[in-house]
């Protein structure tokens, strides 16, 4: 079965020029997974297929550029036109609790009843459809996993935000597709500890983990994408490209 991402947003921590923050469709045999929610993710995703048929939602934590139109959503759950709408959602800790605390009390309980509500942590795993999705710890200031999901013989890794580690090289461990967190430029110690990646990082990690595919994404709608590239490509000699909003790949 050949298996679809389609990125929905692009942009770290805020929006970029028609740029959305960061959301990916995963698609196979009939199955639609939603990984991450972030601003205006939502829109794209409706390019290619409704909430309703979503078969499930992942969100890896509790930032808004990665879940907070998760809230927009349940609007068009509650309201939909042939009654309401339930949607399975697996979600780091916080996540529910935040999104919920946006919203006035009575439409908080129904929150919870159109997003049937499961925590997820590191160690955990699921199957959706045909994906089968384990999930580690990663390096953030909020409870965050990355995962890896494996399809058949075919791995997609998914760093979401992360400062490295050892335990992002394992999820990446040998995958054929790894969608990787570049947020900066530079090298790792012109920035703070404990929150993002640069390329250059993110290309030894991908180097280390032996993956077959880097594709950059959660880059600063403020800064030059080619650069991100470039130094990135210093640190991995493979097949190496960036993510951008409504692009696709398919594995077959």
């Not at 942009?11 to 929610?37: E, I, M, V």
């Not at 045909?130 to 990355?146: D, Q, R």
Request: a negative charge.
């Amino acid at each position: 079965m050949a298996v679809d991402l389609t990125v929905l947003g692009s942009a770290g921590s805020h929006t970029g020029p028609g740029k959305a923050c960061s959301g990916y469709l995963l698609r196979c045999g009939g199955t639609q997974l939603l990984l991450d929610c972030g601003n205006g993710a939502t829109a794209n995703l409706q390019l290619f297929t409704t909430f309703d048929q979503l078969d499930a939602i992942v969100v890896t934590h509790r930032h808004v550029d990665h879940c907070v139109d998760l809230v927009g959503m349940f609007y068009a759950l509650r309201f939909h036109a042939d009654g309401p709408k339930h949607l399975p959602l697996y979600a780091a800790p916080q996540v529910m609790d935040l999104l919920t605390s946006l919203l006035s009390e009575d439409s908080a309980f129904a929150f919870r009843d159109a997003f049937r509500h499961t925590e997820i942590n590191a160690g955990d795993q699921v199957d959706i459809g045909p994906f089968h999705i384990e999930f580690f710890h990663s390096i953030h200031p909020v409870p965050t996993v990355s995962t890896r999901i494996t399809v058949e013989d075919r791995v997609i890794a998914y760093s979401s935000d992360s400062w490295g580690g050892e335990e992002l090289i394992r999820a990446a461990k040998d995958a054929d597709f790894f969608l990787c967190e570049a947020t900066w430029q530079g090298e790792m110690d012109e920035w703070p500890e404990g929150i993002h990646l640069t390329a250059r990082e993110a290309g030894r990690i991908a180097t280390q983990a032996r993956v077959k595919r880097l594709v950059l994404t959660h880059l600063l709608g403020s800064i030059d994408r080619e650069t991100s590239l470039e130094q990135a490509r210093e640190t991995f000699d493979g097949d190496l490209a960036l993510a951008d909003d409504l692009q696709n790949w398919s594995l077959n």
